[in-house]
């Protein structure tokens, strides 16, 4: 309770009366925070142009006991994604993260890998937008991973033994994330080849920029399997299917760059 100074992305925002704006932001230091920015709408706010979606700064801000909305006290501009911000796909990407984060974040329960986690695939989607599918795919399996919903993929689902020693036969993978090995498994799961099943075991190790090399170093088959595999495994925790929401993302993948249309015309 009280004053708080913490590392922040913002999500989203809304007006609120004539002047103000309510910001959703990641913190660091306290998960995912409802604020209120009096003044915000104003000219010459001083909180500027900090409280854009995607921005990463450091704010202040008060707590009250028992309320869930806090105020925001002071921003500072980290790191501001502005420029990236002008390219609607880039924006329809990051609107992806962000509804993943709200989806999974826990109200004012702090999370610093989750943090930490979206600063990287916010900052790798603003430098490398056309490695969105990619990120997005790191982005699930990790949000997956860190809320408790993916299962140890190192080890077999029936005979508990080290996958590694037993992936040159390839291994399956239910929907619910659990891995076998080919003797163990009985159906009802898909096939993974050693390379699909190393590259999702490797976003233990890497960071979302090596991590979308690798994706994009591996045969567009074996891209399409990880990536529906991690949609699949959202899907199936949010009974929804939100990434469908974010259609025009799918216009940023470089091949499909010369028949790009604007999307509702
Ligand atoms: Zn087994």
């Not at 869930?68 to 993260?97: D, P, Q």
């Not at 900052?123 to 490695?131: D, G």
């Not at 080849?193 to 591996?218: G, K, Q």
Request: neutral net charge.
């Amino acid at each position: 309770m009280g004053l708080v100074e913490t590392e922040a992305i913002v999500l989203h925002t809304f007006k609120l009366a004539e002047a103000d704006k309510i910001a959703v932001c990641m913190t660091e230091k306290a998960g995912l925070v409802r604020g209120v920015a009096r003044g915000a709408r104003r000219l010459k706010s001083k909180f500027g142009a900090s409280l854009e979606p995607f921005t990463l700064i450091n704010l202040t801000y008060f707590e009250k006991e028992a309320r869930e909305l806090v105020t925001i006290k002071n921003t500072e501009i980290l790191r501001s994604y502005f420029g990236a911000a002008e390219s609607s796909e880039v924006v329809a990407s990051m609107g992806y993260l962000v509804e993943l984060v709200k989806e999974f974040a826990t109200p004012h329960l702090a999370d610093e890998r989750l943090f930490r986690m979206l600063r990287a695939c916010v900052e790798s989607l603003a430098s490398t937008p056309h490695n969105a599918q990619a990120i997005f795919a790191y982005c699930e399996l990790w949000i997956l991973r860190l809320t408790g919903f993916l299962p140890d993929s190192k080890v077999c689902g029936g005979c508990r033994g080290h996958l590694k020693d037993r992936i040159s036969s390839g291994a399956y993978i239910t929907p619910e994330g659990i891995v076998w090995c080919a003797e163990c498994y009985r159906g009802g799961g898909r096939f993974l080849s050693e390379e699909v099943y190393e590259l999702l075991s490797s976003i233990r190790v890497l960071r979302p920029a090596s991590w979308s090399e690798a994706y994009s170093e591996t045969p567009a088959p074996g891209q399409q399997i990880a990536s529906s595999i991690s949609r699949g495994l959202i899907k199936r925790v949010l009974e929804k299917d939100i990434r469908g929401n974010h259609q025009s993302f799918q216009a940023i993948q470089p091949q499909r760059s010369a028949d790009k249309q604007p999307v509702g015309e």
